[in-house]
C-alpha cells in the first residue's frame, strides 16, 4: 500500500509544514476496509490538549505525586511507572489482549509470517517521566553556562564574592542573556516542550518509534488490521490513543470505563477536582523552595570550586595581590539570613523575565509589594497564589509550546513586525481562557 504520510524531521520547513497539516487533517479518516471509530483518538499536540494532565482543571500547573505511582507490566528489564489507576486498568487491557492471542481471535502473526510487536503485546516501553529530575538537570546546565561564559569568559569571578553577589549576577545574567530562552522556574519548565503528556503519569507507551516520523505511524498503526480492536480495546478500558503518537496510551479522565479504577484506588473520588487534588500537587508551591535550594547549591559549587580569588592591586610600579576567599553557606544559614520578602521579590522578577506580559518595572515592584504583604499580613501561600494569577497562562512565556506555536503562525505570513508580534501574543496571554478538562 502506498503511502500517504510522509512527515519527517528532516524535511524542509515549508515540506514539513504541509505534510503535518495532511497528516492533522486525513490521519485516521474512513477508507475501503478501514472503519472509522474514532472516539477514543485525541490529539495531544494540538492546544487545547497538549497541557493534559499538566494543567488541573483550573489551570494550576501540577505534578503526579509520587507517592500514588505503581509498577506496570514491561519488557527490556526496566521497570515503569504511571498512577496506580492507569496501572491497573493498562494490566487488565493487557490480559484481554492475551486472551484474544490465546484463543486464535487476534493473530499474533502478520501476513509475511512475522510476529506483531506492538498490538496484542502490548508491552510497555515507555512511561512516566520525572519532571522534577529533568528540571534539575535543566538549572544544572544552566548553572554551568552561568559559571562558564558569564562569569568566566566575562572575567567576573573577583565581582561574586558572596552570596549577596552570586544572586544578583544570576539574575543579571537571567534578564539580560537567557530572556525568553530557558525556564528559569519548575512551573514553566513544566509547561515548555521538554515536557510532554509522559510527564504526567496519565500515559504508557507500547513501541519506541519515533513521533516524528509519520511513515511509521502508518505502517505499523494506521495500516495495520489490528488497528480497529486496538481502538475498540483502548476505549473498552478507558484510555485515549494519541492519534500524533499512535502507540501511545493515555488516560481517558472523564471515561466511565476508567471510573471504576480510579474509585477503586481513591474512594473520596467526586469529580476531576477531586482526583488532581489527590493524584498530584501543584508546582508554583515548590517554586520558592526550589529557588533557594538552587541558588545556595550553585552559590557552594562555586565556593568550592574557588574557594579564593586573587585580585590584584597595582600602585605606582608596585603589584599586589590580595586573596579574598569565599565563605560557603548552609541552606539553614541562608533561610535564616533572607526572609520571604527576598525570595518573593526574586521569584517575581525571574517570573516577569520569563512572561512575555512584560510587566514594566513600576507594575513589576507593585507586583512585588503586593505579594510581599500577602506573606506578612496572612502567608507565603497566599503570596505565591497571587504571583501565580498575576502571570498564570499558557501564551505568555516564550519557553512554553503554546507561546512558540503562536509565534511560528504569526511569523509565517510575514505581515507584522516584531513589535506587532509582541503586541499580538501579549494580548493572547492577558486574554486567555483554555478549558483542558
Known amino acids: 500500500m502506498a503511502r500517504i504520510f510522509l512527515a519527517k524531521n528532516k524535511m524542509k520547513s515549508r515540506q514539513l509544514f504541509e505534510n503535518r497539516d495532511l497528516y492533522r487533517l486525513a490521519a485516521f479518516r474512513p477508507r475501503v476496509g478501514f472503519p472509522a471509530n474514532n472516539d477514543m483518538l485525541r490529539s495531544f499536540w494540538d492546544y487545547e490538549s497538549v497541557y493534559y494532565g499538566r494543567l488541573d482543571a483550573q489551570n494550576n500547573v501540577v505534578l503526579p505525586q509520587q507517592s500514588l505511582l505503581a509498577p506496570l507490566p514491561s ?23 492475551s486472551e484474544r492471542m490465546a484463543d486464535g481471535c487476534l493473530p499474533t502473526q502478520n501476513l509475511d509470517g512475522s510476529l506483531e510487536p506492538y498490538i496484542g503485546p502490548f508491552n510497555a ?44 549576577a544570576f539574575y543579571y545574567f537571567a534578564r539580560n542573556y537567557i530572556k525568553g530562552q530557558y525556564p528559569l522556574n519548575l512551573s514553566n519548565f513544566s509547561l515548555s516542550p521538554s515536557c510532554c503528556v509522559l510527564n504526567t503519569g496519565l500515559a504508557i507507551d507500547i513501541a519506541e518509534l519515533d513521533a516524528g516520523s509519520d511513515p511509521e505511524k502508518e505502517d505499523d498503526f494506521m495500516n495495520n488490521p489490528r488497528m480497529e480492536f486496538y481502538k475498540n480495546l483502548a476505549q473498552e478500558y478507558g484510555f485515549y490513543i494519541d492519534k500524533n503518537v499512535p502507540w501511545r496510551l493515555v488516560a481517558n479522565l472523564q471515561s466511565p470505563l476508567m471510573m471504576p479504577y480510579i474509585l477503586k484506588r481513591f474512594a473520596g473520588y467526586t469529580d476531576i477536582n477531586s482526583l488532581f487534588e489527590h493524584y498530584f500537587t501543584t508546582t508554583t508551591s515548590q517554586d520558592i523552595d526550589l529557588l533557594k535550594n538552587y541558588m545556595t547549591s550553585f552559590y557552594n559549587r562555586l565556593a568550592r570550586q574557588r574557594p579564593v580569588e586573587m585580585p590584584t592591586l597595582t600602585i605606582g610600579s608596585c603589584t599586589k595581590y590580595i586573596p579574598k576567599t569565599r565563605q560557603r553557606m548552609t541552606l539553614d544559614s541562608v533561610k535564616d539570613t533572607y526572609d520571604d520578602s527576598y525570595w518573593i521579590k526574586l521569584y517575581i522578577q525571574l517570573r516577569n523575565i520569563e512572561s512575555s506580559l512584560a510587566y514594566d518595572s513600576e507594575a513589576e515592584a507593585k ?20 504571583t501565580d494569577y498575576k502571570f498564570k497562562g499558557l501564551t505568555n512565556t516564550p519557553v512554553s509550546l503554546a507561546y512558540k506555536d503562536l509565534s511560528t503562525i504569526l511569523g509565517d505570513g510575514g505581515d507584522y513586525s516584531a513589535r506587532e508580534k509582541e503586541e499580538i501574543i501579549k494580548f493572547a496571554a492577558q486574554s486567555e481562557n483554555i478549558i483542558v478538562y
Open 75 to 97: 519488557s527490556g528489564g526496566k521497570t515503569l511507572f504511571t498512577l496506580d489507576f492507569v496501572a491497573d486498568a493498562f494490566r487488565d487491557l493487557r490480559k484481554t489482549a
Open 125 to 168: 516501553k515507555r512511561a512516566y517521566i520525572n519532571t522534577a529530575r529533568a528540571y534539575d538537570e535543566s538549572m544544572k546546565k544552566l548553572q554551568r553556562s552561568f559559571t562558564t561564559v558569564y562569569l568566566g569568559d566575562g572575567g567576573k569571578f573577583e565581582e561574586v564574592m558572596n552570596f549577596d553577589d552570586y544572586v544578583s
Open 367 to 386: 507586583i512585588i509589594k503586593n505579594a510581599q504583604d500577602l506573606a506578612k499580613k496572612v502567608d507565603i501561600a497566599k503570596a505565591i497564589d497571587y
